[in-house]
């Protein structure tokens, strides 16, 4: 009688076992799938699956079904499907993904909100759909098998724990307070997003605003758009990754790195200066620079999107295409949905990975282009380590990297990407001088600089005026070669003025009452001044810069 019991206890613990994997990977896969079903409702590339995730979510699946009262299961379920309907609603309604942001924004226009889904609920009820269907799936398993599972008493702490371990992780991830690398991705499934913005706002945000006095307070831009632009023009910016001046021969530098760029330079339809990024990260630069901000604090700027680059293109008219060689979380921090076509290293890893930035310009020549053109090419190639990024191009190798000092080899690895470089921008003004009818407005920038040595410093993750040094050069063909001269008039041109004159070229004049005369800014590498930033002051058309440090 003992045998049979105890060979009866193995079997119900293998059972129990079977099931509760199974409903937990069962829960693992309802809050992935609503990513997937919303491929066939929008137009937003988002991730639904991803193996990290799938793991992370079957093992909350196993806190939450080992949960004893059902009723808490029910709940759980119902929090996260009302924070992924606000998801999905803003991804379906505007295009773009939630922001912290905007969730405060939806709460203070909450009427407006009930009122629109209301009088629009034929074209909006697939959005919840894409939620409420699995979720219900999800709990009718949990309630179907609730007999056939392990029951834990302290489950519901657990699933507490899970779900607020997005807030946690927000405080203690970095000590750069960098709240955009918690910023809504396509790289990541939606739960995820969505857990993360609202970790955002509730951990970083509102403490923050209860508790700092001292918030600086911002006028609003004044945008005027021209109405009546009709007329043909292309604009494109191609933004580069750690490029320096001081290693461009265009600049005085002793090795020839920039040969096409060099003989360009005797084209009186090119311009070239050395000029500021708006930061010295990625990041940090993105956001400052699509939304045209000066001052890192002025957060009411980003999070209203006002001067966004790609809207402001895209309501006069233009076609907006972002095709970029790095990750779609380098446009955390910028609103997306007024880009037409967005293709990162994530949707074309295996062209990126065999081409390098080559993938740009293969890209490029696919593009269905129509009248008015807003293009973005955002580089990988100078980024260390720098050799990686021109292997695929033996030839280019002029300078050796093998067998010499790191510093050396460094240095020369720079170089020959530099070559890389010049190469690259040499097709990609050949290829859109060919294919575009004038005018065309082409832009070439850094998102930031790099050191290499000076001040006994490598790289660019530190807030100093050499990492901030960057190239600026335009070549207009038509009409767009009334802005050559306004540059060369120009004395250190920042990245914040490339913004306002590409906005102009779209069509838009930016009025910012906030700015200061002759004062420009300079961010670390947090974004909106969490880390810091300098503030500039230029003598009218001396170059010579005094800055002070905020924090």
């Known amino acids: 009688m003992d045998q049979l019991d105890k060979q009866s ?3 119900n613990i293998l059972h129990r076992t079977v099931v509760h994997a199974i409903a937990a990977m069962a829960v693992s896969m309802v809050l992935l799938v609503p990513g997937y079903l919303f491929r066939f409702i929008g137009d937003k590339p988002i991730l639904w699956f991803n193996f990290k995730y799938l793991w992370i ?10 949960c004893r009262s059902f009723k808490w299961i029910a709940f759980t379920f119902i929090l996260l499907g009302l924070l992924e309907l606000t998801q999905f609603g803003s991804l379906y309604y505007s295009g773009d993904f939630l922001t912290p942001y905007s969730v405060e924004f939806m709460f203070h226009e909450f009427s407006e909100i009930i009122a629109f889904t209301r009088f629009n609920f034929q074209h909006l009820f697939f959005a919840p759909l894409v939620v409420l269907v699995p979720y219900a799936l999800g709990v009718f398993i949990l309630w179907k098998s609730s007999r056939h599972r392990f029951k834990l008493k302290w489950a519901p702490v657990l699933v507490i ?7 946690v992780r927000v405080k203690l991830h970095t000590d750069r307070s960098d709240i955009l690398n918690f910023f809504a991705t396509p790289a990541d499934p939606s739960l995820v997003n969505t857990l993360n913005t609202y970790a955002v706002l509730t951990a970083v945000i509102l ?3 209860l508790l700092d006095k001292t918030t600086r307070t911002f006028q609003p831009y004044e945008i005027t758009a021209d109405r009546d632009l009709t007329s043909p023009k292309t604009v494109v910016l191609v933004m580069g990754e750690s490029m320096t001046p001081n290693h461009m021969s265009l600049f005085g530098y002793g090795r020839s790195t920039t040969p096409f760029l060099d003989a360009l330079s005797e084209d009186p339809d090119f311009v070239y200066k050395k ?3 708006a930061a010295t990260s990625t990041r940090s630069t993105f956001p400052m620079f699509f939304t045209v901000q000066n001052n890192p604090e002025n957060i009411a700027n980003m999070a209203h999107q006002e001067a966004n680059l790609f809207r402001l293109a895209k309501q006069q008219g233009f076609r907006t295409i972002y095709i970029s060689a790095q990750n779609s979380n380098c446009l955390n921090g910028i609103q997306t949905s007024a880009i037409d076509v967005m293709i990162t290293s994530e949707t074309e890893a295996g062209l990126f990975d065999s081409q390098k930035d080559d993938g740009l310009l293969v890209l490029a020549r696919k593009l269905e282009l129509g009248p008015r053109n807003f293009i973005v090419l955002h580089q990988r190639n100078i980024h260390a380590p720098y ?4 292997d695929h191009h033996p030839d280019l190798g002029k300078y050796p990297v093998d067998g010499l000092p790191k510093r050396e080899g460094s240095v020369n690895a720079y170089d020959n990407a530099m070559l890389y470089n010049d190469r690259l921008f040499g097709e990609i003004i050949t290829f859109f001088r060919q294919q575009i009818s004038p005018p065309l407005y082409l832009w070439i920038t850094s998102d930031h600089g790099e050191a290499l040595g000076e001040n006994g410093f490598w790289g660019h993750d530190k807030l100093d005026f050499e990492v901030a040094t960057v190239p600026f050069m335009f070549f207009g063909t038509g009409d767009a070669t009334k802005y050559v001269a306004r540059i060369r008039e120009m004395h250190i041109p920042t990245h914040y003025e490339m913004g306002k004159m590409i906005a102009e070229q779209l069509g838009c004049e930016i009025v910012n009452p906030n ?3 002759d004062v420009f800014y300079i961010q670390g590498v947090v974004a909106l001044g969490k880390g810091g930033y300098m503030k500039c002051f230029r003598n009218g058309k001396d170059i010579t810069i005094q800055s002070e440090f905020v924090r």
């Open 9 to 11: 206890g193995i079997k």
């Open 57 to 66: 979510f079957a093992a909350f699946g196993a806190v939450l079904a080992a």
């Open 161 to 167: 724990l899970f779900l607020t371990f997005p807030a």
């Open 207 to 209: 403490p923050e605003r």
């Open 275 to 277: 000029g500021f990024s």
């Open 387 to 390: 050799q990686y990024n021109y």
């Open 515 to 517: 700015e200061e005369t």
